[in-house]
């Protein structure tokens, strides 16, 4: 005999259920299938779809989903099909899995990439332009630079508030995941505690920071690599950054405003 699912946990615990099954591609309602299968054991679907108080058809459709997933599995009583929940521990076999195919996709990840370079169109010459706002698009330009080929950023920032923004503990991870790709970095900044902070670990960063005076402010910011310039800006709070992606502009930037800048500010 089957009864109707009392739930065992509170809102707060099923939000963090859902939200781990939700990577695992299952919806709120396999969520709750497989809550309720988990709470009435082996059952037909007619039974949990009764016990749930919804339509048969819509649960089984769920229910097929979550046997794919590995999260429900088929059994026999008799000639009866009854569906049953994986143990709990099976999460961890998944979650497994899910790693192993992260790490083929990082395998296969910089190939594929060089592939789809040979297909992309060569003509650089108009410049391409991308507008991100919000701290996601900063974040996604530090991700970028770590796709450098030519194994060099130019960075040229008021980096108290750039820090203030990412966090600190994020940025220093960044600068130890770029080292380990063997990235040289020149950073120009203003006085400031963070950039002390980043020269004291200069070597571990692969970095070398020069300051400008400390009358110099300003409320922007200058990431370039490759054929790339990364505009940014903290203006009141609201946060944008606009990509150019043209060799001649860059090479310009890099190899000239940036120099004329690095020659005229003072080693630490």
């Known amino acids: 005999m089957t009864t109707s699912f009392t739930p065992a946990l509170n809102k707060t615990e099923r939000q963090r259920v859902a939200s781990l099954f939700a990577q695992f591609g299952c919806s709120d309602r396999a969520v709750e299938i497989y809550l309720q299968s988990l709470s009435m054991g082996p059952a037909s679907v007619q039974e949990i779809a009764r016990a749930m108080k919804q339509n048969r058809v819509t649960v089984h459709s769920a229910i097929e989903q979550l046997i794919d997933t590995g999260l429900l599995y088929e059994t026999r009583k008799g000639k009866r099909r009854l569906i049953a929940a994986e143990n709990p521990q099976t999460l961890q076999s998944l979650l497994q899995r899910k790693e192993n195919e992260l790490a083929m996709m990082k395998t296969n990840m910089d190939y594929v990439a060089q592939l789809l ?21 900063f974040q996604g330009m530090l991700e970028d630079s770590l796709t450098t080929k ?11 508030l750039f820090s203030k923004v990412l966090g600190p503990e994020y940025l220093e991870n960044y600068f ?20 002390n902070r980043v020269h004291a670990k200069a070597k571990q960063y692969n970095i070398e920071v020069r300051l400008l005076p400390k009358e110099v402010q300003w409320k922007s910011g200058i990431f370039s690599w490759d054929e790339t310039i990364a505009i940014m800006s903290y203006t ?18 890099q190899r000239v405003v940036f120099e004329l800048c690095w020659q005229q500010a003072e080693a630490m």
């Open 117 to 137: 370079s040979q297909v992309q169109a060569k003509d650089r010459s108009v410049p391409t332009v991308k507008f991100y706002e919000g701290v996601e698009g």
């Open 150 to 160: 030519k194994g060099e950023v130019f960075v040229f920032t008021y980096v108290d």
């Open 176 to 195: 130890v995941r770029r080292a380990k790709k063997k990235i040289r970095t020149r950073l120009i900044f203003p006085p400031c505690a963070f950039a």
């Open 236 to 253: 009141e709070g609201k946060f944008t950054c606009t990509f150019i992606n043209n060799q001649d502009i860059a090479d310009f930037y």
